[in-house]
């Protein structure tokens, strides 16, 4: 198998490889700042598991995609904060987006600008704890088990096809259905601040509950 790199040198490996061990076959330095890598076009996690030729790239902080992956674990860590203060919540869906990120919730209980705060402060706790992020795959079946208590979980998982591994991120005690890709601890959540609390339609149409939307905005650097 050949791991085509930007540069056209290529590494090859007999069996499959993750990401990580190529960026630590080219380099202790490279290896010490990735953070994701881009297989073939598509921006994947450091554990993403290569089993055919690929053209691959190491994402640092240095590059520009970094702040997508940044982002998008951003809202991860809200949604474990939200967990924490709020466990009967039902978890919606929390992507990057161009300016930051935000997460979509259905509340029991109202939450307000007043609650900014507390929310921070939690999520700034998950960020000292320094969480590893682990991916990991289940059938169908078993996906919609892991998630009984999740409708809107329930509701995509039953969109994806019969056969399909479906991916799920862990984070200490929260577990999110995610296709990734994610940074491989919390620590680096350390700049950020919740923006706003505003409804929003599951899935943007008017026939469905309004949930409330969660925007946040994140940087490597507090400046």
């Known amino acids: 198998m050949k791991i085509i790199l930007p540069d056209n040198s290529v590494k090859e490996y007999e069996n499959s490889v993750c990401a990580k061990k190529v960026a630590e076959d080219i380099s202790a330095g490279l290896a010490a700042n990735a953070v994701a890598a881009v297989a073939n076009g598509k921006l994947v996690d450091l554990e993403h598991t290569l089993t055919e030729d690929t053209n691959l790239s190491i994402v640092t902080k240095r ?25 009967d919540t039902k978890l919606a869906i929390g992507p990057a987006i161009e300016n930051g990120f935000y997460y979509d919730f259905d509340f029991t209980t109202p939450v307000n600008a007043g609650d900014i705060d507390k929310i921070e ?18 059938s169908k079946e ?9 409708p809107y979980k329930q509701e995509l998982i039953n969109e994806l096809p019969d056969g399909e591994e479906i991916s799920f991120y862990q984070q200490g005690e929260f577990t999110d259905l995610c296709a990734g890709p994610h940074l491989s601890t919390t620590a680096d959540i350390k700049h950020f601040k919740i923006l706003s609390i505003t409804g929003a339609y599951w899935r943007g149409s008017e026939k469905n509950k309004m949930l409330t939307r969660i925007y946040g905005i994140t940087f490597p650097k507090k400046s």
Do not use: C, G, W
């Not at 940044?70 to 809200?78: F, G, I, Y």
């Not at 939690?122 to 990991?136: D, S, T, Y």
């Not at 078993?142 to 999740?150: C, H, I, V």
């Open 63 to 87: 590059d520009p995609l970094y702040l997508n992956v940044l982002r998008h674990t951003a809202s991860h860590v809200l949604a474990q904060a939200i967990m924490r203060l709020y466990p």
């Open 121 to 138: 402060k939690e999520m700034a706790k998950i960020a000292q704890e320094k969480l590893e992020l682990n991916r990991f795959l289940l």
């Open 142 to 150: 078993e996906a919609l088990k892991k998630m009984a208590d999740q």
